[in-house]
């Protein structure tokens, strides 16, 4: 199941705005290990996540690394005040099992910080 984020939606141009760089056409491949959810955190919210595991040049990341990174994405998420039914799982980004979630949960993150740079 492809993520509902489609290239050229509003929410996908948003999330690359947001980045600074062009995202692959199957995004929820690129988001199970967590580097540029933790990245689109850091943006948003400077230093939320203090580390960031990045794979190797020619490798993927390691399954330990990538749970590490989904896991403080999530945590981070929660710190910066997304509601809690609003944030997907572990399993849902790293296995993809529920890419609506993880969709909801993008949009929530970027969403809330839209209304507070709307609102300042």
């Known amino acids: 199941m492809a993520l ?4 050229g939606s509003s929410s996908y141009t ?23 959810l933790c990245n ?12 960031i595991y990045a794979p190797p040049p020619a490798g993927q990341l390691s399954q ?21 039914s609003l944030v997907c799982s572990g399993s849902d980004i790293l296995h993809g099992t529920n890419p609506l979630h993880v969709y909801i949960t993008v949009k929530a993150l970027l969403t809330n910080f839209s209304e507070i740079e709307v609102s300042v």
């Open 40 to 51: 689109l955190l850091n943006k948003l919210r400077p230093k939320t996540i203090p580390v």
């Open 64 to 84: 330990g690394k990538s749970f590490r990174n989904v896991d403080s994405f999530l945590n981070g998420c929660m710190k910066v005040g997304i509601e809690e």
């Open 14 to 36: 948003l999330l690359e705005g947001t980045l600074g760089y062009q995202l692959p056409n199957e995004l929820l491949p690129a988001l199970s290990n967590g580097v540029v």
């Open 4 to 7: 509902v984020m489609y290239t």
